[in-house]
């Protein structure tokens, strides 16, 4: 598909990401980029309400839209918001498309490394942010961050500007959201500032280890904090205990593990630290409705790729 010179109307450049979109997506479910931390997304139908677990990354809608609800906060992201997450959180979400009206995304893998320098760089010329620190924010998609968007689609869709200008265009996507209208508060939860910090160290060890036998003592330790005000502070940022938190990201991995690699419900137990079969068994089908057999079923029925369901939803195991 052609670049085009100039980016146009709003509404004309909504209209040509969505076609390009439309061209990067020929399958329904997850599909891969030139870039490694970059997937497209396309949904035929509506998803009803799910938990979900997030990695730290960058969700852009170009049609359709998602919900997100974490406590009584809803999440809104569509052609005209998109989700920034910082930190993995456990929340539940929900998509409404159609096979007339797809719902199709990007979404983009954090590269801490990407936004560590472009922060320092910011921060040099307009001070630390002082805004609250927050893991995840829905904000309304801002023009020059659609045409930083529009620039990188065209550049998609051929395989020298993929390679060549790929990077720079990602980095320039991460620029607008980082000095947009809640870049203060993405700044200040990426680089730990001051109890959503602590917090963050314990919930990187959880997703270090969370396959090992870990409780809450150790975890405020990680924090530097005692165990009450760890567990006050945690659920600040996350709005769940650090229990239900450590046994939500298992579970999440015990279902990749079996849909990715084919493991039975027995095996991934086992894999993601769980002692009891019956124990896991229970808590599975008490957080995602189903049991491991029938949820893995519905998730390979439902989506073309049988890898995973929505990339953007799922912490890796990295």
């Given at each position: ?5 100039a980016p146009g109307t709003p509404a004309e450049v909504r209209r040509r ?137 065209e550049a998609m869709h051929d395989p020298l500007e993929a390679e060549v ?141 049988p890898p995973q369901e929505d990339g953007a939803q799922f912490v890796s195991?990295?």
């Amino acid at each position: 598909m052609p670049t085009s010179p100039a980016p146009g109307t709003p509404a004309e450049v909504r209209r040509r990401m969505v076609a390009l979109l439309a061209a990067l997506t020929p399958l329904e479910g997850y599909n891969l980029s030139p870039l490694a931390d970059v997937r497209f997304l396309r949904s035929n139908r509506p998803l009803k309400r799910m938990p979900v677990l997030y990695e730290p990354g960058i969700v852009i809608v170009a049609q359709g839209r998602k919900r997100g609800y974490l406590g009584s906060d809803v999440y809104l992201y569509d052609a005209q918001h998109y989700l920034a997450v910082a930190v993995p959180v456990p929340f539940s979400m929900e998509t409404d498309a159609s096979e007339k009206e797809p719902m199709l995304a990007i979404y983009l893998r954090l590269d801490f490394k990407v936004a560590a320098e472009l922060m320092m760089q910011i921060d040099d010329r307009v001070g630390p942010s002082i805004a609250r620190p927050r893991g995840m924010v829905s904000t309304p998609m801002e023009s020059a961050l659609a045409v930083s968007v529009l620039r990188f689609l065209e550049a998609m869709h051929d395989p020298l500007e993929a390679e060549v200008l790929g990077p720079s265009l990602v980095r320039e996507i991460y620029f607008r959201v980082l000095t947009g209208q809640q870049g203060g508060t993405m700044r200040a939860a990426l680089t730990l500032q001051g109890q959503f910090g602590k917090i963050s160290r314990a919930i990187s060890m959880i997703h270090r280890s969370y396959d090992e036998a870990l409780g809450i003592e150790q975890l405020a330790k990680e924090a530097g904090m005692s165990v009450p005000t760890f567990h006050a502070h945690f659920k600040t940022v996350t709005d769940t205990s650090p229990m239900q938190y450590l046994k939500s990201t298992r579970l999440h991995q015990a279902r990749l593990l079996m849909l990715r690699n084919g493991m039975t419900a027995g095996a991934a137990c086992a894999q993601v630290g769980y002692e009891s079969a019956s124990q896991f068994s229970r808590e599975f089908k008490r957080l995602f409705g189903r049991t491991p057999v029938d949820e893995v079923e519905r998730m390979r029925k439902s989506f073309a790729l049988p890898p995973q369901e929505d990339g953007a939803q799922f912490v890796s195991s990295h």
